[in-house]
């Protein structure tokens, strides 16, 4: 990383004005109802526990210490220890009190009849935390609740605490001690004492905890699982109501701390024609020069000046100033290297073939290591042997999974809950760091490489794919485009769902939470053996066992997965006749069949969609399915007409349709083009107007998922668009995309895809993450915005999948914009 950690991480907060008395040096409550001094925040259950996922990390009393989130979950919670799915406080209001000087955090357990109210009070020194329940814990939970804080351990690896007990190490590595009652609990580090003080040797991470009352323990949460962190607890005591736990919170914080500039660029460099801008991050408190200077490397390690230039204003996003360093003049090759502030960046090149290489070990790699039912290897290395042979199950009526699967009343399936269902054991990719196949994720891997294959060749080959054998090799080439091969892999799976179904279904996944939690080898994961309810749970016979590890098919026949699944089949019908022409000619009547299926239904015409993913509104996908078919099939009339009259939808949805639209133009009328041109006029100065806000130049996500692929996806679109309407759409807003995902974005400067740039996401969120490692050419979320106001991309920490998590299409949408991005980079400005 270019910046050390102790500077890396985002954060102080910019001047607010303040509806109380400010303590001297001191917190004070801010119009956001965050408690904020230069150097410290504390977030007040701003962003609320899931109610899919449960705790995400990212929820309860958090606290950002020196422009880094180091505390999370302040809360009641039912166990020392909890668990990712085990149960979270509902949010339930955030108040002050009558003078004005405290906050009130509302939350309860319904199902366990628990209310209480979190009171924070800014003090000298730090803040209070008082919880007040509104009646005495009932028998059954006595011995169970505490008040909960939660530390980073990455920010405490070879660090020290300090009880009034005892003193002692944070451990890297979870070593115990653990409860001999079976229960898989952890014991407490330490516990007993009233005062406790994090990292005493370290000022910029001291934490000091003295309780009024209950005692307090230190656990490590990673005993029980590896995305635990480290928690401070006191228990609430039997018949305690009001202010049952008292703590006095002490973070450490610097005089006059102001956040270190963080220098944001394209990792991969710049080609010579092309604009080249930096943006520089800035804390409001910082004061620092008003230029910077890029300077050039040369053979002797000396460096030479190539252009000293003034900061432009980008204004404020977040709680962060940003200024732009312009060195779009500066056109001859070589190394360079940015300085700012005293700081220098790692090097970048400026050349003709700058792009040559950054999207290809998205597809030799990542997309291998991700194939299910195959078995991986790469030289001396067994990713995965072949995996979910025993694929699938029925997934029985109603059931609501713990990752957000649902399924309905009906089975729309010809098989019985529980029954095995037989030839979905071919093709897919796993989607994430889980191990399932999304239907729809995986059709858009498919249509992003066709339009890859299409639009730029993707001519590459270092992988061997044997679909027979199960067997995939990275580094050995076999004659076969990868591209190809991959879209293959895909599309088998897909037409598997409609051979079976004669539709497609939503996805298959891990059945109990203990394979979904499930890390390393793929084909660890299930025994590879079809249920046979005849046998016992340990018994097994041939191809058959007693166990109930299958995976879940999720089964239920919705448009949008239809939809997804006929453009995906219809691309691949246009790119697969050379490689096999018998799935092609399989997957043009699938696609077929699909999309008319779901004609001359009344979709409810979506809003213009704004979330992190491309847009997942039937309406949206018709538009896609549309265009691939007629793409397809030359022009058929059908399709023609149905794409006229979807002309209101592209309106509503061009910033994500817009591209396909485009595409279609060579086989549409006059008329349709004219139409286009001026939706596209239209469009234009409402994604200026949004972009504006952010000083990227891109949509910036501000859900509860990081936005890379909603950067890649616009990336994409606007230079389809930029083709057909040269005059309307520049290749910036590509560039800008390609600058976003290799570095030039909130927080830090590290390329969002793993091994792309000097600096990238080398600590993700894969199958290896417990590992801390990561996997070549996957690009993960990103810079997330904790609410209010707070930025953040951690880079020594794996398991906050909202930031680190790669995805197979997040990684496709990086592939198909890569290649944009390089061929706009090409053309002459």
């Excluded at 009024?212 to 699982?225: C, F, I, S, T």
């Excluded at 000396?302 to 500066?330: C, E, H, I, M, P």
Aim: charged content about 20%.
């Amino acid at each position: 990383m270019l910046l050390k950690k102790k500077v890396a991480l985002a954060a102080t907060i910019s001047a607010l004005v303040i509806t109380q008395p400010a303590l001297a040096e001191g917190l004070a409550i801010s119009p956001k109802d965050t408690l904020e001094q230069p150097g410290l925040t504390v977030i007040l259950d701003h962003n609320p526990f899931s109610p899919i996922f449960f705790d995400e990390k990212n929820g309860g009393l958090q606290m950002v210490l020196h422009g880094e989130r180091i505390a999370t979950d302040g809360a009641l919670r039912l166990s020392a220890t909890p668990e990712q799915w085990d149960p979270v406080p509902t949010f339930a209001s955030r108040t002050r009190d009558a003078s004005g000087t405290q906050v009130l955090v509302r939350s309860s357990y319904p199902n366990v009849d628990l209310s209480y109210t979190l009171a924070v009070t800014p003090e000298e020194g730090g803040f209070r935390i008082a919880v007040n329940l509104d009646k005495p814990l009932p028998k059954s939970l006595e011995g169970k609740v505490g008040f909960n804080l939660d530390f980073l351990p990455s920010t405490y690896f070879g660090k020290s605490y300090l009880s009034d007990k005892q003193p002692g190490l944070f451990p890297r590595h979870p070593a115990g001690p653990m409860k001999n009652d079976k229960s898989g609990d952890p014991e407490p580090l330490v516990s007993g004492g009233k005062s406790f003080t994090l990292s005493p040797e370290d000022p910029l991470t001291r934490v000091t905890i003295v309780s009024d009352k209950a005692p307090l323990a230190l656990y490590d949460a990673r005993n029980r699982a590896q995305n635990g962190w480290f928690v401070v607890r006191s228990l609430v005591a039997a018949g305690a109501k009001d202010e049952a736990v008292v703590w006095h919170v002490r973070p450490n914080v610097l005089p006059n701390w102001a956040r270190q500039p963080v220098i944001s660029y394209n990792q991969a460099g710049y080609t010579p024609q092309r604009s080249k801008v930096a943006i520089i991050e800035l804390d409001p408190n910082f004061k620092g020069s008003d230029e910077a200077e890029l300077l050039r490397l040369m053979p002797d390690g000396s460096k030479q000046s190539a252009l000293r230039g003034k900061l432009t204003s980008k204004g404020k996003w977040q709680r962060y100033n940003y200024s732009a360093f312009d060195f779009s003049a500066v056109r001859e090759p070589g190394l360079y290297v940015i300085s700012y502030a005293g700081q220098t960046t790692t090097p970048f090149s400026i050349a003709e073939n700058a792009y040559n290489n950054i999207w290809q070990p998205s597809l030799d790699t990542f997309l291998p290591a991700q194939m299910d039912h195959m078995g991986v290897r790469e030289g001396y290395r067994v990713w995965t042997a072949p995996s979910h042979l025993d694929d699938a199950r029925q997934a029985p009526a109603n059931l609501v999974h713990f990752d957000g699967y649902k399924m309905g009343e009906s089975l729309d399936s010809p098989f019985k809950a529980g029954e095995r269902i037989d030839g979905l054991s071919v093709g897919g990719w796993q989607d994430a760091g889980d191990y399932d196949i999304q239907t729809p994720d995986n059709s858009w891997v498919v249509r992003d490489l066709v339009w890859g294959k299409e639009l730029f060749g993707l001519n590459w080959d270092e992988t061997s794919v044997n679909e027979a054998a199960r067997e995939v090799e990275i580094r050995k080439p076999d004659g076969q485009q990868d591209s190809l091969q991959q879209i293959r892999h895909g599309t088998r799976q897909l037409v598997a769902q409609y051979k079976i179904f004669g539709h497609a279904i939503q996805g298959i996944i891990d059945p109990t939470l203990k394979q979904y939690t499930h890390l390393g080898d793929a084909s660890s994961q299930t025994d590879n053996k079809f249920y046979d309810p005849s046998l016992g749970e340990n018994e097994s016979k041939g191809d058959r066992s007693g166990k109930t590890d299958d995976r879940w098919a999720f089964t239920s026949d919705r448009p949008s997965n239809n939809l997804y699944v006929a453009t995906a089949l219809a691309g691949a019908a246009r790119t697969l006749p050379a490689l096999d022409a018998p799935l092609a000619a399989e997957a043009l009547t699938a696609a077929k069949a699909l999309w008319a299926r779901e004609q001359g239904k009344e979709f409810p015409l979506a809003e213009r969609h704004k979330g992190p993913f491309p847009a997942r509104s039937p309406d949206a996908v018709n538009v896609q399915a549309t265009v691939e078919l007629l793409l397809a099939t030359k022009g058929e009339k059908i399709y023609k007409d149905r794409l006229m009259q979807l002309l209101p939808v592209i309106d509503v949805q061009f910033d994500w349709v817009g591209g396909a639209a485009a595409r279609a133009i060579p086989l549409m009328d006059a008329t349709y083009r004219k139409r286009l041109e001026e939706i596209a006029v239209k469009a234009k100065e409402r994604i200026d107007n949004q972009i504006a806000n952010t000083p990227f130049g891109v949509p910036i996500s501000e859900h509860s998922w990081a936005g890379s692929i909603q950067v890649a996806t616009f990336g994409t679109n606007m230079y389809v668009i930029h083709k057909a309407f040269p005059k309307i759409f520049g290749v910036e807003y590509t560039l800008n995309a390609l600058d976003y995902m290799l570095g030039r974005h909130p927080v830090n400067n590290v390329s969002l895809v793993s091994t792309i740039g000097i600096s990238s996401k080398l600590v993700a969120y894969g199958h290896n993450r417990a590992d801390y490692s990561f996997i070549a050419g996957g690009m993960v979320p990103g810079p997330l915005v904790i609410k209010p106001d707070y930025p953040e991309l951690k880079t020594d920490w794996p398991f906050l999948w909202f930031e680190n998590e790669y995805t197979v299409a997040t990684t496709s949408a990086y592939i198909l914009a890569a290649n944009a991005a390089s061929a706009a980079a090409k053309e002459k400005h």
